[in-house]
Protein backbone atom coordinates (compact mmCIF):
# COMPACT_ATOMS: atom_id res chain seq x y z
CA UNK A 1 0.00 0.00 0.00
CA UNK A 2 1.57 3.14 -0.97
CA UNK A 3 2.30 5.99 2.14
CA UNK A 4 0.07 8.87 1.41
CA UNK A 5 1.80 12.14 0.47
CA UNK A 6 2.87 14.42 3.03
CA UNK A 7 0.86 17.83 2.77
CA UNK A 8 4.68 19.79 2.03
CA UNK A 9 5.43 17.05 -0.84
CA UNK A 10 3.73 18.63 -4.02
CA UNK A 11 4.56 22.05 -2.67
CA UNK A 12 8.35 21.16 -2.65
CA UNK A 13 7.88 18.75 -6.10
CA UNK A 14 6.62 22.20 -7.63
CA UNK A 15 9.73 23.93 -6.90
CA UNK A 16 12.26 21.10 -7.88
CA UNK A 17 10.23 21.01 -11.16
CA UNK A 18 10.52 24.75 -11.87
CA UNK A 19 14.48 24.45 -11.07
CA UNK A 20 14.41 21.11 -13.36
CA UNK A 21 13.77 24.02 -16.69
CA UNK A 22 17.65 25.55 -15.85
CA UNK A 23 19.33 22.67 -13.69
CA UNK A 24 21.21 19.98 -15.09
CA UNK A 25 19.64 16.32 -14.17
CA UNK A 26 21.73 14.78 -12.06
CA UNK A 27 21.88 18.13 -9.67
CA UNK A 28 17.61 18.07 -10.17
CA UNK A 29 18.00 13.99 -8.76
CA UNK A 30 20.04 16.33 -5.62
CA UNK A 31 17.18 17.99 -4.93
CA UNK A 32 14.66 15.37 -5.09
CA UNK A 33 16.66 13.29 -2.63
CA UNK A 34 16.61 16.35 -0.32
CA UNK A 35 13.25 16.28 -0.28
CA UNK A 36 12.56 12.63 0.19
CA UNK A 37 14.78 13.02 3.14
CA UNK A 38 13.35 15.90 4.72
CA UNK A 39 9.53 14.70 4.47
CA UNK A 40 10.83 11.17 5.83
CA UNK A 41 12.28 13.04 9.12
CA UNK A 42 8.77 14.71 9.19
CA UNK A 43 6.84 12.28 8.82
CA UNK A 44 8.63 10.37 11.76
CA UNK A 45 9.39 13.87 14.06
CA UNK A 46 6.55 16.01 13.21
CA UNK A 47 3.52 13.96 11.88
CA UNK A 48 1.01 16.64 12.74
CA UNK A 49 3.17 19.73 10.72
CA UNK A 50 0.88 20.75 7.84
CA UNK A 51 1.75 24.30 5.83
CA UNK A 52 5.35 25.66 5.20
CA UNK A 53 4.10 28.27 7.49
CA UNK A 54 3.78 25.74 10.36
CA UNK A 55 7.81 25.34 9.96
CA UNK A 56 9.92 26.95 13.14
CA UNK A 57 13.88 26.95 13.14
CA UNK A 58 12.90 25.41 16.58
CA UNK A 59 11.89 22.76 16.91
CA UNK A 60 11.80 21.58 13.41
CA UNK A 61 15.08 23.10 11.52
CA UNK A 62 17.71 22.38 14.47
CA UNK A 63 16.46 19.14 14.55
CA UNK A 64 16.60 18.43 10.93
CA UNK A 65 20.26 19.22 11.52
CA UNK A 66 21.09 16.97 14.42
CA UNK A 67 18.85 14.23 12.70
CA UNK A 68 21.61 15.38 9.28
CA UNK A 69 24.76 14.83 12.05
CA UNK A 70 22.98 11.82 13.03
CA UNK A 71 22.48 10.12 9.92
CA UNK A 72 24.28 7.85 8.32
CA UNK A 73 25.75 7.18 4.39
CA UNK A 74 24.25 4.40 2.19
CA UNK A 75 22.81 2.62 5.76
CA UNK A 76 26.74 2.32 6.84
CA UNK A 77 28.73 2.52 10.15
CA UNK A 78 30.02 6.54 8.80
CA UNK A 79 28.08 9.76 9.35
CA UNK A 80 27.19 11.93 6.63
CA UNK A 81 30.09 13.67 5.49
CA UNK A 82 30.09 17.53 5.45
CA UNK A 83 29.85 17.90 2.23
CA UNK A 84 26.62 15.95 1.80
CA UNK A 85 25.22 17.63 4.60
CA UNK A 86 25.82 20.92 3.42
CA UNK A 87 24.31 19.80 -0.12
CA UNK A 88 21.10 19.05 1.70
CA UNK A 89 20.79 22.30 3.57
CA UNK A 90 21.67 24.31 0.44
CA UNK A 91 18.71 22.38 -1.47
CA UNK A 92 15.97 22.60 1.01
CA UNK A 93 16.81 26.94 1.72
CA UNK A 94 16.47 27.24 -1.94
CA UNK A 95 13.31 25.68 -1.88
CA UNK A 96 12.62 27.70 1.21
CA UNK A 97 13.16 31.01 -0.88
CA UNK A 98 11.12 29.40 -3.65
CA UNK A 99 8.05 28.82 -1.41
CA UNK A 100 8.40 32.32 -1.09
CA UNK A 101 4.98 32.92 -3.19
CA UNK A 102 2.64 30.20 -1.68
CA UNK A 103 -0.33 30.47 0.31
CA UNK A 104 0.94 29.68 3.34
CA UNK A 105 4.94 30.88 3.13
CA UNK A 106 7.58 29.43 5.20
CA UNK A 107 9.00 32.38 7.68
CA UNK A 108 12.50 33.54 6.95
CA UNK A 109 15.64 32.54 8.82
CA UNK A 110 15.07 29.06 9.39
CA UNK A 111 17.91 28.34 7.67
CA UNK A 112 20.97 30.16 8.27
CA UNK A 113 24.18 30.36 6.32
CA UNK A 114 26.37 29.33 9.49
CA UNK A 115 24.27 25.91 9.57
CA UNK A 116 25.93 25.05 6.44
CA UNK A 117 29.07 23.21 7.64
CA UNK A 118 32.56 23.83 5.75
CA UNK A 119 33.43 21.19 3.09
CA UNK A 120 36.20 18.36 4.17
CA UNK A 121 39.54 19.40 3.02
CA UNK A 122 40.60 16.16 1.97
CA UNK A 123 42.42 16.87 -0.63
CA UNK A 124 45.14 16.01 -2.35
CA UNK A 125 44.43 12.22 -1.98
CA UNK A 126 47.23 10.95 -4.08
CA UNK A 127 48.22 7.31 -3.76
CA UNK A 128 51.74 6.41 -2.99
CA UNK A 129 53.96 5.37 -5.44
CA UNK A 130 54.86 2.11 -4.13
CA UNK A 131 50.79 1.25 -3.52
CA UNK A 132 49.84 2.92 -7.07
CA UNK A 133 52.58 -0.14 -8.55
CA UNK A 134 51.14 -2.36 -6.03
CA UNK A 135 47.46 -1.90 -6.95
CA UNK A 136 48.39 -1.68 -10.89
CA UNK A 137 49.66 -5.07 -10.61
CA UNK A 138 46.84 -6.63 -8.91
CA UNK A 139 44.53 -5.03 -11.12
CA UNK A 140 46.97 -6.51 -14.50
CA UNK A 141 47.10 -9.83 -12.10
CA UNK A 142 42.31 -9.89 -12.39
CA UNK A 143 42.39 -8.70 -15.79
CA UNK A 144 38.52 -8.50 -15.85
CA UNK A 145 35.98 -6.02 -16.74
CA UNK A 146 35.79 -4.25 -14.00
CA UNK A 147 39.97 -4.51 -13.54
CA UNK A 148 40.31 -3.01 -16.41
CA UNK A 149 38.30 -0.34 -16.71
CA UNK A 150 40.01 1.19 -13.22
CA UNK A 151 43.00 0.73 -15.14
CA UNK A 152 42.00 3.08 -17.81
CA UNK A 153 40.47 5.29 -15.14
CA UNK A 154 43.73 5.06 -13.58
CA UNK A 155 45.63 6.03 -16.42
CA UNK A 156 43.38 8.91 -18.37
CA UNK A 157 42.95 10.77 -14.95
CA UNK A 158 38.60 10.39 -15.51
CA UNK A 159 36.06 10.45 -12.78
CA UNK A 160 34.61 7.08 -12.42
CA UNK A 161 31.20 8.37 -13.91
CA UNK A 162 33.01 9.68 -17.58
CA UNK A 163 34.91 6.26 -17.32
CA UNK A 164 31.26 4.49 -17.49
CA UNK A 165 29.98 6.61 -19.83
CA UNK A 166 32.60 6.40 -22.33
CA UNK A 167 31.78 5.50 -26.28
CA UNK A 168 32.33 2.45 -28.38
CA UNK A 169 34.63 4.82 -30.44
CA UNK A 170 36.12 7.09 -27.54
CA UNK A 171 39.72 6.22 -29.04
CA UNK A 172 40.67 8.62 -31.86
CA UNK A 173 43.77 8.22 -34.27
CA UNK A 174 44.89 11.96 -34.86
CA UNK A 175 47.82 10.66 -37.16
CA UNK A 176 51.35 9.07 -36.36
CA UNK A 177 51.71 8.10 -33.14
CA UNK A 178 49.48 10.51 -31.47
CA UNK A 179 46.34 8.99 -30.15
CA UNK A 180 43.60 10.64 -27.66
CA UNK A 181 40.51 9.60 -25.55
CA UNK A 182 37.45 11.85 -26.63
CA UNK A 183 36.15 12.11 -22.36
CA UNK A 184 32.20 12.62 -22.54
CA UNK A 185 30.78 15.58 -21.10
CA UNK A 186 30.94 15.37 -16.75
CA UNK A 187 30.64 17.12 -13.51
CA UNK A 188 31.33 20.46 -14.99
CA UNK A 189 29.25 19.66 -17.89
CA UNK A 190 32.35 20.17 -20.71
CA UNK A 191 34.30 17.68 -22.90
CA UNK A 192 38.23 16.98 -23.59
CA UNK A 193 40.34 14.91 -25.09
CA UNK A 194 43.39 12.98 -23.13
CA UNK A 195 46.22 11.89 -25.12
CA UNK A 196 47.18 7.74 -24.48
CA UNK A 197 49.45 5.71 -24.98
CA UNK A 198 49.89 1.87 -26.22
CA UNK A 199 48.88 0.76 -22.31
CA UNK A 200 45.45 2.45 -22.78
CA UNK A 201 45.14 1.52 -26.54
CA UNK A 202 45.98 -2.03 -25.48
CA UNK A 203 43.35 -1.85 -22.22
CA UNK A 204 40.67 -0.81 -24.56
CA UNK A 205 40.92 -3.15 -27.14
CA UNK A 206 40.64 -5.47 -24.44
CA UNK A 207 37.41 -3.84 -22.72
CA UNK A 208 35.79 -3.63 -26.35
CA UNK A 209 36.25 -7.74 -26.39
CA UNK A 210 35.17 -8.40 -23.04
CA UNK A 211 31.99 -6.10 -23.93
CA UNK A 212 31.19 -8.54 -26.43
CA UNK A 213 30.44 -11.34 -23.77
CA UNK A 214 27.19 -12.29 -22.48
CA UNK A 215 25.27 -9.42 -21.42
CA UNK A 216 27.01 -7.12 -23.89
CA UNK A 217 27.33 -3.43 -23.70
CA UNK A 218 24.58 -1.22 -25.86
CA UNK A 219 26.05 -0.34 -29.31
CA UNK A 220 26.64 3.18 -28.03
CA UNK A 221 28.75 2.13 -24.86
CA UNK A 222 32.27 1.00 -24.70
CA UNK A 223 31.09 -0.60 -21.27
CA UNK A 224 28.11 -3.11 -20.48
CA UNK A 225 25.57 -1.65 -18.03
CA UNK A 226 23.10 -4.66 -17.97
CA UNK A 227 22.04 -3.10 -14.38
CA UNK A 228 22.67 0.98 -15.08
CA UNK A 229 25.13 3.07 -14.77
CA UNK A 230 24.82 3.69 -11.37
CA UNK A 231 25.13 -0.11 -10.76
CA UNK A 232 28.12 -0.33 -12.61
CA UNK A 233 29.78 2.40 -10.53
CA UNK A 234 28.96 0.43 -7.07
CA UNK A 235 30.73 -2.24 -8.79
CA UNK A 236 34.18 -0.52 -9.89
CA UNK A 237 33.91 1.02 -6.07
CA UNK A 238 34.04 -2.43 -4.41
CA UNK A 239 36.78 -4.15 -6.98
CA UNK A 240 38.66 -1.55 -6.44
CA UNK A 241 38.32 -2.26 -3.01
CA UNK A 242 38.96 -6.19 -3.28
CA UNK A 243 42.13 -5.33 -5.35
CA UNK A 244 43.57 -2.70 -2.89
CA UNK A 245 43.22 -5.32 -0.23
CA UNK A 246 44.85 -7.75 -2.52
CA UNK A 247 48.06 -5.28 -3.02
CA UNK A 248 48.00 -4.89 0.40
CA UNK A 249 46.49 -1.28 1.09
CA UNK A 250 45.52 -1.05 4.34
CA UNK A 251 43.74 2.32 3.70
CA UNK A 252 40.24 2.60 2.44
CA UNK A 253 40.35 4.03 -1.28
CA UNK A 254 38.11 5.25 -3.61
CA UNK A 255 38.18 5.83 -7.44
CA UNK A 256 38.70 9.62 -7.29
CA UNK A 257 41.90 8.86 -6.04
CA UNK A 258 43.07 7.41 -8.96
CA UNK A 259 42.05 10.57 -10.36
CA UNK A 260 44.56 12.33 -7.97
CA UNK A 261 47.45 9.95 -8.48
CA UNK A 262 46.80 10.98 -12.46
CA UNK A 263 47.29 14.39 -11.61
CA UNK A 264 50.62 13.76 -9.20
CA UNK A 265 52.36 11.71 -11.22
CA UNK A 266 51.67 13.75 -14.54
CA UNK A 267 53.00 17.01 -12.82
CA UNK A 268 56.13 15.20 -11.13
CA UNK A 269 56.44 13.84 -14.65
CA UNK A 270 57.20 17.49 -16.33
CA UNK A 271 53.55 18.46 -17.36
CA UNK A 272 52.56 21.93 -17.14
CA UNK A 273 50.06 23.63 -15.17
CA UNK A 274 48.00 24.90 -17.53
CA UNK A 275 48.36 21.20 -19.29
CA UNK A 276 47.37 19.26 -16.35
CA UNK A 277 44.10 21.80 -16.11
CA UNK A 278 43.62 20.51 -20.05
CA UNK A 279 44.18 16.83 -19.24
CA UNK A 280 41.70 17.07 -15.94
CA UNK A 281 38.77 18.74 -17.42
CA UNK A 282 38.97 21.52 -14.85
CA UNK A 283 38.21 25.51 -15.14
CA UNK A 284 40.93 27.21 -12.69
CA UNK A 285 44.28 26.61 -11.68
CA UNK A 286 43.29 26.38 -7.78
CA UNK A 287 41.09 23.13 -8.39
CA UNK A 288 44.20 21.24 -10.49
CA UNK A 289 46.76 22.38 -7.05
CA UNK A 290 43.92 21.02 -5.03
CA UNK A 291 44.48 17.53 -6.85
CA UNK A 292 48.47 17.20 -6.74
CA UNK A 293 50.76 16.40 -3.85
CA UNK A 294 53.77 18.32 -3.90
CA UNK A 295 56.48 16.43 -1.07
CA UNK A 296 59.23 17.47 0.32
CA UNK A 297 61.27 15.46 -2.63
CA UNK A 298 59.08 16.98 -5.16
CA UNK A 299 60.05 20.16 -3.84
CA UNK A 300 64.20 19.03 -3.58
CA UNK A 301 64.29 17.51 -7.03
CA UNK A 302 62.57 20.97 -8.31
CA UNK A 303 65.29 23.19 -6.65
CA UNK A 304 68.55 21.16 -7.58
CA UNK A 305 67.07 22.01 -11.25
CA UNK A 306 66.54 24.80 -11.06
CA UNK A 307 70.12 25.63 -10.17
CA UNK A 308 71.91 23.11 -12.97
CA UNK A 309 69.65 24.30 -15.47
CA UNK A 310 67.94 27.82 -14.44
CA UNK A 311 65.75 29.74 -17.08
CA UNK A 312 67.14 32.14 -19.11
CA UNK A 313 65.74 35.32 -18.43
CA UNK A 314 64.02 37.49 -20.59
CA UNK A 315 66.00 40.09 -21.92
CA UNK A 316 65.29 43.96 -21.23
CA UNK A 317 64.14 46.27 -24.55
CA UNK A 318 66.88 47.46 -26.31
CA UNK A 319 65.34 50.73 -25.49
CA UNK A 320 67.04 50.56 -22.32
CA UNK A 321 70.49 48.88 -22.88
CA UNK A 322 71.24 51.54 -25.40
CA UNK A 323 73.37 54.47 -24.08
CA UNK A 324 71.66 57.08 -23.99
CA UNK A 325 72.00 59.57 -27.39
CA UNK A 326 70.56 62.88 -25.70
CA UNK A 327 67.95 62.61 -27.91
CA UNK A 328 64.82 63.68 -26.45
CA UNK A 329 62.35 63.24 -29.64
CA UNK A 330 58.75 62.40 -29.32
CA UNK A 331 59.36 58.89 -30.63
CA UNK A 332 62.03 58.65 -27.97
CA UNK A 333 59.62 58.96 -25.04
CA UNK A 334 57.58 56.68 -26.57
CA UNK A 335 59.31 54.43 -26.96
CA UNK A 336 60.56 54.64 -23.32
CA UNK A 337 57.36 54.80 -21.73
CA UNK A 338 56.42 51.40 -23.72
CA UNK A 339 59.51 50.34 -22.42
CA UNK A 340 59.20 50.85 -18.98
CA UNK A 341 55.85 49.13 -19.01
CA UNK A 342 56.98 46.04 -20.37
CA UNK A 343 59.92 45.76 -17.41
CA UNK A 344 57.29 46.85 -14.75
CA UNK A 345 54.94 44.16 -16.17
CA UNK A 346 57.69 41.59 -16.07
CA UNK A 347 58.66 42.62 -12.50
CA UNK A 348 55.20 41.58 -11.67
CA UNK A 349 55.08 38.14 -13.33
CA UNK A 350 58.25 37.19 -11.58
CA UNK A 351 57.59 38.52 -7.93
CA UNK A 352 54.03 38.09 -7.12
CA UNK A 353 53.13 39.58 -4.01
CA UNK A 354 50.58 41.20 -1.71
CA UNK A 355 51.71 44.76 -3.46
CA UNK A 356 50.49 42.96 -7.03
CA UNK A 357 47.43 45.09 -7.26
CA UNK A 358 49.70 48.29 -6.38
CA UNK A 359 51.77 47.56 -9.41
CA UNK A 360 48.71 47.01 -11.74
CA UNK A 361 47.70 50.33 -10.86
CA UNK A 362 51.35 51.54 -11.46
CA UNK A 363 51.14 50.23 -15.44
CA UNK A 364 47.06 51.48 -15.89
CA UNK A 365 48.87 54.60 -14.69
CA UNK A 366 51.99 54.65 -17.21
CA UNK A 367 49.35 53.48 -19.71
CA UNK A 368 47.57 56.31 -19.53
CA UNK A 369 50.64 58.52 -19.50
CA UNK A 370 51.30 57.08 -22.63
CA UNK A 371 48.07 57.52 -24.30
CA UNK A 372 48.43 61.22 -23.21
CA UNK A 373 51.15 61.94 -24.76
CA UNK A 374 50.64 60.80 -28.33
CA UNK A 375 47.38 62.14 -28.02
CA UNK A 376 49.77 65.50 -26.99
CA UNK A 377 52.01 64.87 -29.99
CA UNK A 378 49.10 63.87 -32.30
CA UNK A 379 47.14 67.78 -31.33
CA UNK A 380 50.69 69.63 -31.89
CA UNK A 381 51.23 68.11 -35.31
CA UNK A 382 47.70 68.94 -36.21
CA UNK A 383 47.89 72.50 -35.34
CA UNK A 384 51.15 73.35 -37.63
Known amino acids: MRRPSHPLEEALQARVRLLATT????TVRGYEHTVRVFLRYLREAFPDLRRPSDLRRDPHMLGWLEHLWLRRAHSSDRPLCNDSRAAHLIHLRKL???LADHTFPPRPGLLLSD????????LPRPLTPEDDA??????HGRNDLLANTLLLTRLTGMRIGETVDLSAGCLRHLGGEDWALHVPVGKLH????V?????????AARLRFLATLPPGAPSEFLLPRPRGPGVLRNDLRAALCQAA???????RIVPHQLRHTYATTMLRAGV????LMKLLGHRSANMTLRYVEITQKDLQREFHLARQSPRHLIPLPVSLLKADSGLADAGAVTERLSASIRVLDLFRQQNSSDQDKTIQLLLRRLVRIRSRFEKLVADAKSEK
Do not use: K, M, Y
Not at 190 to 193: A, M
Not at 245 to 251: F, H, L, M
Open 96 to 98: FDL
Open 272 to 275: SLPA
Open 190 to 193: NERW
Open 134 to 139: RLQEAL
Open 245 to 251: AQAGIAN
Open 195 to 203: PVDIEVRNI
Open 23 to 26: LRPA
Open 115 to 122: DIPRPDQT
